[in-house]
């Protein structure tokens, strides 16, 4: 097994000047005007813009190498194997797994959630096993475990939260036990941009007997994932959130856990024979990726974690932190305003309210001066409550993200003060 540290990046660590502006010039979509306004585009948290590359890459697929995957003797369908294949290698650098067999192409996040909920879940949790989540966690972290508790019995019990939104170590702790069988937990808060300490949350569960799944649909936005050093079971991300397409995602699992696993959907791809007596599947991952799956969606997740990976990751993370920073300094000094989420060490991710102020209008005034942000909920309403609020505005920064959009971000809620007074 890999023992190596898990990497972390210091933003204040020397690195390369991240030339914001050409990042920029590679995403068509920021040329563009919204209610006569340029566009200032902060919400790539719920989905991040995609870069030429990868919209060039999804269009060759389609324009000129599209078929059918496995089975077919023809030329194309070769090409688009390799390409659908390659990918899946891709994927298995990109998070450091052990084999490409690991990786599973699924829907995006909550579809892996999903999976790992019905077969994994059903298969080898009972009456009275414990599931432990936190108050963080978004629905799709949530809603899958409460239906397999309907279908099982299984119990549900839930880490709190500060009123900063930092994970407490100790209450985590404390709750893991011998009826443990499963945590499930986000890496980095969609709402509050908290970073969870996996390497410690997962050493405790494994202490316990316990395995370990994490959602990982913000945490590799924001920092390189390496599952072999993290020893994470379960590690789920959507391509649309890392400037990939929409319609797919990935669930790496470790080996042993995924051949334990009964199939998730039956059909075509995933056998090895059927006969109307009995059916044999397939191993992993072929076995999780019945019918035919989002082959032009691999190859442009494939383009955007080349992308990715041509920028260098001490770089990004200044920036990220630079943006943050400027942010939470300028957001802060404005009186009407709150934030939610000030841990230490957190992404680029800002959540706000304002004083007598529904967050829907704020998003639909900022909207006015051209300013994209995401209100409401955030599909964790459960963190909501915790907060007492019904929602809201978040401010999520991506690579092509500048300190002027934060000024713009200000001038427009400057705007909705001066019309509620």
């Given at each position: 097994m890999n023992t190596a540290p898990a990497r972390r990046l210091?933003?204040?660590?020397?690195?390369?000047?991240?030339?914001?502006?050409?990042?920029?010039?590679d995403f068509p979509i920021l040329s563009r005007s919204v209610h006569g306004k340029p566009l200032v585009f902060l919400d790539s948290g719920a989905s991040a813009?995609?870069?030429?590359?990868?919209?060039?890459?999804?269009?060759?697929?389609?324009?000129?190498?599209?078929?059918?995957?496995?089975?077919?003797?023809y030329e194309l369908s070769a090409k688009a194997t390799e390409a659908y294949e390659g990918a899946r290698a891709r994927v298995q650098r990109f998070v450091n797994a052990r084999s490409a067999s690991e990786i599973v192409f699924t829907k995006?996040?909550?579809?892996?959630?999903?999976?790992?909920?019905?077969?994994?879940?059903?298969?080898?949790?009972?009456?009275?096993?414990?599931?432990?989540?936190?108050?963080?966690?978004?629905?799709?972290?949530?809603?899958?475990?409460q239906l397999l508790r309907e279908r099982t019995g299984i119990v549900l019990k839930v880490v709190p939260t500060d009123e900063r939104g930092a994970f407490p170590l100790d209450a985590y702790e404390a709750l893991v036990g011998p009826r443990t069988r499963l945590v499930a937990l986000t890496h980095v808060s969609n709402v509050l941009g908290t970073v969870v300490p996996i390497a410690e949350v997962v050493r405790i569960a494994h202490a316990s007997g316990a395995k370990v799944l994490i959602d990982g649909a913000q945490g590799v936005v924001h920092q390189p994932v390496d599952v072999q050093a993290l020893d994470a079971d379960f590690y789920c991300f959507s391509g649309h959130k890392l400037y990939g397409p929409s319609g797919i995602g990935v669930l790496y699992g470790k080996e042993a856990l995924l051949a334990a696993m009964p199939p998730y959907q039956g059909g075509g791809d995933m056998i090895e024979r059927v006969t109307f007596e009995r059916t044999t599947f397939a191993p992993p991952p072929a076995?999780?990726?019945?019918?035919t799956p989002p082959i032009a969606g691999t190859v442009g997740l494939h383009a955007a974690?080349?992308?990715?990976?041509?920028?260098?990751p001490a770089a990004v993370a200044a920036h990220e932190h630079d943006l943050l920073a400027y942010a939470t300094e300028r957001l802060g000094a404005l009186n009407s305003v709150r934030l939610y989420g000030t841990a230490p060490g957190k992404a680029a991710i800002v959540s706000f309210t304002m004083d007598g102020v529904h967050p829907h209008d704020i998003g639909t005034i900022l909207d006015r001066a051209g300013v994209a942000v995401r209100v409401g909920h955030h599909c964790a309403q459960p963190l909501m409550d915790h907060f007492d609020i019904a929602g809201t505005v978040r401010a999520s920064f991506g690579l092509y993200n500048t300190r002027g959009d934060v000024d713009r971000l200000i001038d427009g809620l400057e705007d909705v003060r001066e019309i509620f007074g």
């Open positions: 210091d933003p204040s660590a020397a690195a390369a000047p991240f030339d914001v502006e050409r990042v920029r010039a813009q995609k870069p030429r590359q990868v919209i060039d890459a999804i269009s060759q697929c389609y324009e000129a190498e599209y078929a059918n995957i496995h089975r077919g003797v995006g996040t909550t579809e892996a959630i999903n999976l790992v909920a019905t077969s994994w879940g059903g298969a080898f949790l009972g009456e009275g096993d414990e599931v432990v989540l936190s108050v963080m966690e978004h629905h799709a972290n949530i809603v899958p475990w076995r999780f990726e019945a019918g974690l080349d992308y990715v990976a041509s920028f260098d």
